[in-house]
């Protein structure tokens, strides 16, 4: 029933940029938690960012150079990313949440390479 649908990953040179979209279907998105997460090659899955309403919340490594937003007219939360390097490149999860749930996109590439 519910689905999260990532997009906009690709291939980037150092210092370039990049925007990622979530599309959410089958949720009350405007309620939800919506973040961002990555997981690089053979690391962990970390917390890259996060909204809740208008407030957001950065990892220490990516303050200052991405911007999460959302557009719940479209279901869609976004991930800007600027200044980008080489350790970012990962796949990058969607994730919403709220109480009693918790659900996940499939993910898409992010490789940031000259």
């Known amino acids: 029933q519910v689905q999260l649908v990532e997009s906009g990953g690709g291939l980037v040179q150092p210092g370039g940029s990049l925007r990622l979209s979530c599309t959410a279907s089958?949720?009350?998105?405007?309620?939800?938690?919506m973040g961002w997460y990555r997981q690089a090659p053979g690391k962990q899955r970390v917390l890259v960012a996060t909204i809740t309403g208008s407030i957001t919340n950065y990892a220490d490594s990516v303050k200052g150079r991405f911007t999460i937003s959302r557009d719940n007219a479209k279901n869609t939360v976004y991930l800007q990313m600027d200044s980008l390097k080489p350790e970012d490149t990962a796949v990058y999860y969607c994730?919403?949440?709220?109480?009693?749930?918790?659900?996940w996109g499939q993910g898409t590439q992010v490789t940031v390479s000259s």
């Open positions: 089958g949720v009350a998105f405007s309620i939800y938690t």
């Open positions: 994730n919403a949440q709220r109480t009693f749930r918790n659900v």
